[in-house]
């Protein structure tokens, strides 16, 4: 083993260092810990601006690792003021000793590794270097503040202040003509302090923000008895929460109250000063606009109720942005502020700063002259402080190269060509969206158990694999994809800072799933990484998360009901249970028409519901065969999905009641939906429909039905089809094929629910007809352009795979879309997933494409 000065070298002294280096002395690692103030704290050491509060209730911002200060220190306020979160920082300190570990007054300037040495050389701001096996950055997320990027900021002769870099000793501003440029936290937290002493004050803004006031007081009672009643369950529910602190998950959704009801429940959220009950208030305010609408309303009207000057109000009140897709303030008399009558906002979209001046700020058609001007503009956020770092990994690249379009980590810890190098609450893990005290804690425990784990296992290296790496940036996309965040001009996207790549920095996927993620890296030893010593490798490739976000959510509230499986049941209580469920879903988009009728099927009459689109027609026309094993369902029980097809595609969906199993088995469906097809063909007209604009389409078993449908059309002289929408259809019934094993639990179509289908709908030699397993067919040749939707979690993926290449092979024109981590059921479930959605549309976009 190469020689180095010390295993570890960490650069930072804030929470996130001091409870590291607190751990690497516990484990036995020797270590230099560098901080380039002259005390502990982090931004806590910074950012002294007046006003400056921790946002999180000190119940939960606060270490969870010593028990003893829970007794040994008292809180005064419910959101404490930076000072006294500073003396915490410093009483913990003390009382660990960790003073003695640490070096002050240095700054790391440079970082490399050496592949042939595997040690990292770190270069000092005192001239040192030092040799180390392990570097972690805990550097913090917001502690660089942005360079200013305003014209002629150098010019200005007056005083100038940045609230993240504010004199120790403090300012006054008595009697003094002041500007403030920005009103994100530190603006909105300083901006009353900063009147209250100001002869004159200026608050020059260019995005309004939603803040809402802390009511500062004693730490929330309901809180403070729940901890002293039951501190281990207390901590355990906020390191699985959402955001690392112990909220109960909203069910509700705000379209499904009226404003009243909303607003009400939104009052009581309000009522209790905490940062994170309004927007955990209903359960899509992050991922439907209209929904956060709800809550933007509601905030709005609160700052009409407090803002004197209407015009005034109008401009501090958000429009362009959700609610919580900027990060959301809390103020003690921010709004009040502007009823003063020293204290004008001014708006920079009307009226732009068109350049600072020696003695002031030349805006719109004015120019003011000031004693002193507050940038309270915020920072190089989540990547700042480590890319100005320079640190070169294998082969010489610096991380910021690396980054250069986005920051690419795995699980926001680790970086590929980075070995050993560590981040703490780094891009892609959910830090700045959390409560930081419990992301910290989870960070610097995972890096601890794993350095623990290197040198008990004699691996000297780890360093994460690409494939990991990807999967991770994938499904860090994945989870911001489905929120409303990506629409803000916010610093989660980088977007502050001029030049920075526009990607979500922080993980949205929550703090309890991202700590299953990395417990489960670890249960799976070392789940994406490559640990190594000389010849010693252990690498277990893979990804850790692959079903879509949303997905998974909603099977793990499934897992949570311990319902009972469906095979289980009689086909009786299976039917009562599948329309108890659809009872409680989304109804789905609205539609020129709903109508239901009965139509002739091959034994007699069928029901069916038509959807009939908004526009004029008539219209061409999908005959739709819903899911539900041959056994379950109606011509009503896909309803969102047949209103969403109807109203994304302008095309009449005629939903179809075929006859169930076991009461009329094979080929009973094939038949009836053979029959519907004839049947809407010869009464098209009538329906409003064109009869030459015909297709199928069907989802599982109706998928089966709509395949053989189209078989049976093409065999039997017509009518003439011009297309087949199959989504997750059943096309074989050997059920042989691989994803039957590999998804065959979990993914609610189970293996043994498909088995239990087949044996009530067709005998193992009837399996071999093609009239049930389309895949069976002599010949495909001849069927209608195919758009066919496979899900990656589906059982019957590779079978629906397998009918889309014997589709292409036999020259049929197809569209197949194979869709990432979806499972058999949830493209179906609208305005439950968002997921879905774009594949939904792309389902749409090729029933259109049938007809043209
Ligand atoms: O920074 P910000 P911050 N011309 O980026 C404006 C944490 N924090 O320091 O929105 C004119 O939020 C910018 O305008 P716009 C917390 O996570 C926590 O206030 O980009 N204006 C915005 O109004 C917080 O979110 C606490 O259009 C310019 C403001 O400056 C994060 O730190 C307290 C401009 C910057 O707001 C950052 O907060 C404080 C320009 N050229 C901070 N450039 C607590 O826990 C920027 N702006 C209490």
Not at 566 to 586: C, L, V
Request: glycine share 10%; proline share 6%.
């Amino acid at each position: 083993m190469a020689q180095s000065d010390v295993d570890v070298v960490v650069v930072g002294a804030g929470f996130a260092g001091m409870y590291l280096l607190h751990e690497l002395r516990k484990t036995g690692f020797s270590y230099r810990v560098l901080e380039a103030g002259d005390d502990v704290g982090g931004t806590w050491y910074w950012n002294r601006y007046p006003g400056a509060r921790c946002d999180i209730a000190t119940t939960d911002y606060q270490y969870s690792w010593d028990p003893e200060l829970h007794d040994q220190w008292q809180w005064s306020e419910k959101h404490a003021a930076q000072p006294e979160i500073l003396r915490y920082a410093q009483f913990v300190a003390k009382k660990h000793d960790l003073y003695s570990g640490i070096e002050f007054n240095t700054r790391v300037d440079g970082a490399e590794w050496n592949e042939v040495a595997k040690r990292w050389s770190i270069h000092t701001s005192t001239g040192e270097t030092i040799i180390c096996q392990h570097y972690v950055m805990a550097t913090g997320c917001l502690s660089v503040p942005k360079e200013p990027d305003i014209a002629g900021t150098e010019k200005f002769t007056g005083n100038v202040y940045v609230t993240g870099r504010w004199p120790h000793e403090g300012v006054d501003f008595t009697g003094k003509r002041v500007a403030v440029i920005g009103t994100g936290s530190s603006g909105i937290q300083s901006i009353p302090h900063i009147a209250d002493q100001a002869k004159e004050l200026v608050i020059f803004q260019r995005t309004p923000n939603f803040s809402m006031p802390a009511f500062n007081g004693p730490a929330p009672q309901y809180r403070v008895e729940r901890l002293k009643a039951d501190r281990a369950t207390y901590e355990h529910e906020a390191r699985y929460s959402g955001t690392g602190v112990p909220l109960e998950d909203s069910t509700v959704s705000a379209l499904s109250v009226t404003q009243e009801e909303a607003f009400a429940m939104l009052e009581e959220a309000w009522q209790k000063g905490e940062l994170l009950s309004l927007g955990n208030t209903f359960m899509d305010s992050a991922i439907n606009r209209k929904a956060n609408d709800v809550v933007a309303e509601f905030m709005r009207m609160k700052v009409r109720s407090v803002v004197k000057d209407p015009e005034v109000a109008e401009l501090l009140s958000p429009y362009k942005h959700g609610y919580g897709t900027k990060r959301p303030c809390m103020d003690t008399g921010y709004f009040e502020t502007f009823n003063k009558p020293h204290v004008r906002l001014v708006d920079l979209n009307t009226q732009p700063i068109r350049s600072i001046t020696e003695t002031g700020i030349d805006f719109g058609k004015e120019s003011m002259e000031f004693d002193a001007i507050v940038y309270a503009t915020g920072f190089d956020a989540m990547t700042g402080a480590i890319v100005n770092v320079d640190i070169a990994g294998k082969d010489g690249v610096t991380l910021k190269n690396k980054w250069e379009n986005g920051p690419l980590t795995y699980l926001g810890l680790t970086s590929v060509g980075f070995p050993n190098l560590y981040m703490i609450t780094g891009p892609g893990s959910p830090s700045v969206l959390s409560n930081m005290m419990v992301s910290i804690e989870q960070h610097v425990d995972w890096i601890r158990d794993t350095l623990v784990h290197m040198r008990e296992q004699g691996f000297e290296t780890i360093e994460p694999t690409p494939l990991a790496e990807e999967g991770w940036r994938v499904h860090c996309t994945d989870c911001a994809d489905i929120t409303i965040f990506q629409e803000a001009n916010s610093w989660y996207m980088g977007a502050n800072v001029p030049g920075k790549p526009r990607v979500m920095f922080p993980y949205i996927g929550g703090v309890g799933r991202y700590r299953m993620a990395c417990e489960e890296v670890v249960a799976k030893g070392y789940l994406g990484f490559e640990l190594g010593s000389g010849d010693k490798k252990q690498c277990n490739d893979g990804l850790v998360r692959e079903v879509q976000p949303d997905v998974d959510m909603v099977l793990d509230f499934i897992s949570t009901l311990n319902l009972p499986a469906m095979e289980t049941m009689s086909p009786t209580e299976a039917r009562a249970f599948s329309e108890a469920s659809s009872a409680m879903r989304p109804s789905g988009p609205e539609v020129g028409e709903i109508t239901d009728g009965v139509l002739q099927g091959a034994d007699g009459n069928l029901e069916y519901r038509l959807y009939r689109p908004a526009t004029p027609g008539p219209h061409p026309i999908a005959v739709y065969f819903h899911g539900g094993g041959w056994v379950f369902g109606s011509h009503t029980s896909d309803d969102p999905l047949c209103r969403d097809l109807c109203a994304q595609s302008n095309t009449l969906i005629v939903s179809v009641n075929y006859r169930h199993a076991p009461e009329a088995p094979f080929p009973a469906a094939a038949e009836d939906g053979f029959a519907a097809v004839k049947w809407v063909h010869a009464n098209a007209a009538a329906l409003g429909g064109i009869p030459e604009k015909i297709a199928v389409a069907g989802w599982s078993a109706g998928g089966n039905v709509a395949a053989v449908t189209a078989q049976m059309a093409r065999d039997t002289g017509g009518p003439q089809l011009s297309g087949q929408l199959l989504l997750c259809p059943v096309t074989d019934g050997s059920q042989q094929h691989a994803s039957h094993r590999e998804n065959g639990e979990r993914f609610i179509l189970t293996k043994s629910l498909m088995e239990w289908f087949w044996n009530h709908y067709a005998t193992p030699d009837q399996r071999k007809n093609p009239q049930a397993s389309p895949l069976l067919a002599a010949s495909l040749a001849g069927l209608p352009p195919t758009m066919l939707v496979t899900c990656q979690f589906d059982p019957l993926r590779d079978e629906g795979n397998a009918y889309a290449r014997a589709l292409m092979q036999a020259g049929v024109q197809v569209e197949h879309v194979e869709a990432r981590g979806h499972i058999h059921t949830s493209i179906t479930m609208v305005d439950m997933l968002p997921s879905g959605a774009p594949h939904r549309r792309e389902m749409a976009r090729a029933l259109r494409g049938f007809f043209n």
